[in-house]
């Protein structure tokens, strides 16, 4: 069975940082690519950050600069690192696996809070 267990959310002022984990269990971590996105009360989903198997990276232009997503194989592990956060960073995060690039992302955390305010 597989599962991605988020961690780190929480409540950060503007200007501060926070830095998201996510750990994987029940597959082959090495071999998947990993993705975050966040939901905002009342919006979408978005793409946050996305890194390749191989530690390939992009990230959305909204926080290009301020955000960081890196992984560690060995831990089963990929990471957000939140610098410079603002109020519209607020939203729940997800991590997701997928295997192949050309299809959807195959696996999906539950979910952390994180909330940006003074």
């Known amino acids: 069975q597989v599962q991605l267990v988020e961690s780190g959310g929480g409540l950060v002022q503007p200007g501060g940082s926070l830095r998201l984990s996510c750990t994987a269990s029940g597959l082959i971590f090495s071999n998947y690519h990993m993705g975050w996105f966040r939901q905002a009360p009342g919006k979408e989903r978005e793409f946050v950050a996305f890194?390749?198997?191989?530690?390939?990276?992009s990230h959305a232009d909204s926080v290009k600069g301020r955000f960081t997503i890196s992984r560690d194989n060995a831990k089963n592990t990929v990471y957000l690192q939140m610098n410079s956060v603002k109020p519209e960073d607020t939203a729940v995060y997800y991590c997701?696996?997928?295997?192949?690039?050309?299809?959807?992302?195959?696996?999906w955390g539950q979910g952390t809070q994180v909330s940006v305010s003074s």
């Open positions: 997701a696996a997928r295997y192949s690039l050309r299809t959807v992302y195959d696996y």
């Open positions: 890194i390749s198997w191989g530690g390939s990276t």
